[in-house]
């Protein structure tokens, strides 16, 4: 099993990212809708009931979107009262190491911490890029799972 490693992110460490055009997706949109499966269908075919089901869950996703596609993505999941996951972070890999990643992690962040919730990040210990891109914005690692 592949070892993970946990981060945390408080008002007083988050480092915002310059602003770039991030926005969230809509999940009744089926315009949205398109441009997650597109970009996902390198890695997974999405249904709309999949989707659906994601927001239900509770996952919103944001984008960051150029010349009608999606080019970096990451979800805000609200897992508990008190704290909230920064998840789902893809770059699409013409776009990598364009700031794309940082800054929708830094949008999703900053919703998180201005609706008063902790923000935590989960990534494999061998995702070096997750881990600068957390660490850039302030996160800070923690020797525990936060989410169950």
């Not at 998840?87 to 940082?102: F, I, M, N, Q, T």
Request: some cysteine.
């Amino acid at each position: 099993m592949a070892e993970h490693v946990y981060y945390a992110c408080t008002r007083a460490t988050f480092r915002p990212a310059p602003p770039q055009p991030v926005r969230w997706l809509d999940c009744a949109s089926e315009s949205d809708y398109s441009l997650v499966r597109d970009f996902w269908s390198a890695y997974t075919p999405l249904s709309p009931e999949v989707w659906a089901e994601a927001h239900t869950q509770g996952y919103s996703y944001a984008a960051v979107i150029e010349d009608g596609a999606i080019v970096a993505l990451a979800a805000a999941w609200r897992y508990s009262d008190e704290a909230w996951e920064l998840a789902a972070v893809s770059v699409d890999p013409a776009h990598r190491r364009c700031g794309y990643g940082r800054a929708v992690c830094s949008f999703v962040t900053a919703y998180i911490l201005e609706a008063g919730r902790r923000a935590t990040c989960t990534t494999g210990a061998e995702n070096i890029p997750m881990r600068k891109t957390a660490e850039s914005i302030g996160f800070y690692q923690v020797f525990e799972k936060l989410h169950p």
